[in-house]
């Protein structure tokens, strides 16, 4: 993206008061999908936020496609307190979540279990 004085925020930084320019993260497009998924996340019947932060995760990946895969791996790198019981509430919703998905913490998997959100 071409840096343009649109595409820059201004900060202030500190007790210095000079502006300090910096880089939108996301197109206009993006942090209104951005926006939305996280309205749908936030609009789901969710127990908790490890089940949240699931949700989100696989809303991301699924935001192309339809379906979202997902690892042992990667759920394991979110450190949840009960990963179970977070890929359990999901499935209370409806989506579908591949049993290879928790076939033991953190192991790397040849084919991901897969999650697809409202399914």
Do not use: H
């Amino acid at each position: 993206m071409p840096k343009t004085e649109s595409s820059f925020s201004e900060v202030r930084s500190g007790s210095i008061g000079e502006p300090q320019q910096l880089p939108f993260l996301l197109t206009t497009q993006q942090g209104e999908a951005a926006r939305s998924l996280l309205s749908y996340v936030a609009s789901l019947d969710l127990p908790g936020p490890e089940a949240q932060l699931v949700a989100v995760v696989v809303a991301i990946r699924a935001a192309r496609g339809g379906v979202g895969n997902i690892t042992g791996m990667d759920l394991s790198a979110l450190r949840l307190g009960d990963a179970r019981g977070a890929v359990d509430a999901l499935r209370g919703l409806g989506w579908e979540v591949n049993d290879a998905l928790l076939d033991g913490p953190g192991r790397p998997r040849r084919r991901g279990g897969e999650a697809a959100p409202g399914r």
